[in-house]
């Protein structure tokens, strides 16, 4: 698998499928979620509410919606934290395995994904990013790309550094 990285939004990153960084009640407010929200329209936070149906999703945990009015497959939900906004290496893992597996049932070959939890929970980026760098190379995927999203080239750079090195 090829990793690359992408500054700026989301939803412009290019790749067939997307994953938010998302709390247990799939909020669409603001991150990548509100991004999603933003310009692929309510239908997907409604998709949200319909998966829900009045409960919540464990940490760790992927679903699956359209991508709305965006111009890609699929939007993968990955539950970064736990209710109370805490996250962990083991849930961005465990978030990064499900997508993936999530993205191969899906047959798509190239993937974006955020910095898990390094919003909403407040997860240190570098640490986020090794956790993610280390389950992406161990990964056994049929996903052949996974661009990862950074704000900004100040944390491209960062990114690449951390994704590039081997600790």
Request: hydrophobic share 45%.
């Amino acid at each position: 698998m090829h990793i690359d990285t992408f500054a700026g939004d989301i939803v412009d990153a290019p790749a067939e499928a997307l994953c938010t960084s998302t709390n247990p009640r799939l909020s669409l407010m603001m991150g990548t979620g509100g991004s999603v929200r933003d310009r692929g329209g309510f239908e997907v936070l409604r998709e949200c509410e319909t998966i829900l149906a009045g409960k919540t999703l464990p940490p760790g945990s992927v679903v699956k919606t359209s991508a709305g009015r965006l111009p890609h497959q699929a939007i993968f939900h990955c539950v970064a934290s736990d209710a109370h906004h805490h996250s962990s290496s083991a849930i961005i893992r465990t978030c990064v395995v499900n997508a993936l597996a999530a993205a191969d049932a899906a047959g798509c070959k190239t993937l974006a994904m955020p910095v898990f939890a390094t919003g909403h929970a407040h997860f240190r980026f570098r640490d986020a990013l090794s956790v993610m760098r280390d389950a992406l190379r161990e990964a056994k995927t049929a996903v052949e790309r996974v661009v990862v999203v950074v704000r900004d080239d100040d944390w491209k750079e960062d990114a690449e550094q951390i994704l590039a090195s081997t600790s």
